[in-house]
């Protein structure tokens, strides 16, 4: 997997309720965000990894995760960029709540609050 593919994830794990706020800052419309919400109602790290492989797809070789960083402190969510400049990531505080499903299986059905410990980071 790619430094940048792997960063995506990340952000991914991180936005939580934070990814339709960031559709905004990166320009994507009302449509474009019910559309996310529609086609994935069950889990908000596959809301937050439509929205940025939609945004990876229209901005092509332009889509420079300087971009994304900045529009991610322009959100007030700084916090995801220190997790991935800094050290090991670490989840934002939010990110482990119900409808959240680990990295490596996007397909499961939503977590119990109670599953939590067993939520996982792939390297």
Same mark, same amino acid.
Request: proline share 4%.
């Given at each position: 997997?790619? %430094?940048? *593919? $792997?960063?995506? !994830?990340?952000?991914? *794990? ?6 339709? *706020? ?10 474009? $965000? !019910? ?30 995760? *300087? ?6 402190? !322009? ?30 299986? %996007? !397909? ?16």
């Amino acid at each position: 997997m790619e %430094r940048a *593919e $792997i960063k995506i !994830n990340i952000i991914a *794990e991180q936005l939580g309720l934070s990814w339709a *706020e960031l559709a905004r800052e990166l320009q994507f419309g009302v449509d474009d $965000i !019910n559309r996310i919400r529609v086609e994935n109602p069950n889990s908000l790290l596959d809301q937050s990894s439509a929205l940025l492989n939609l945004w990876a797809s229209r901005e092509g070789k332009r889509a420079k995760m *300087e971009s994304l960083y900045i529009a991610l402190k !322009n959100i007030d969510r700084a916090d995801i960029v220190t997790s991935l400049e800094g050290q090991a990531p670490q989840p934002a505080p939010g990110s482990s709540e119900e409808g959240a499903c680990r990295l490596g299986d %996007r !397909n499961s059905t939503m977590l119990s609050p109670s599953d939590d410990s067993d939520y996982d980071y792939e390297s």
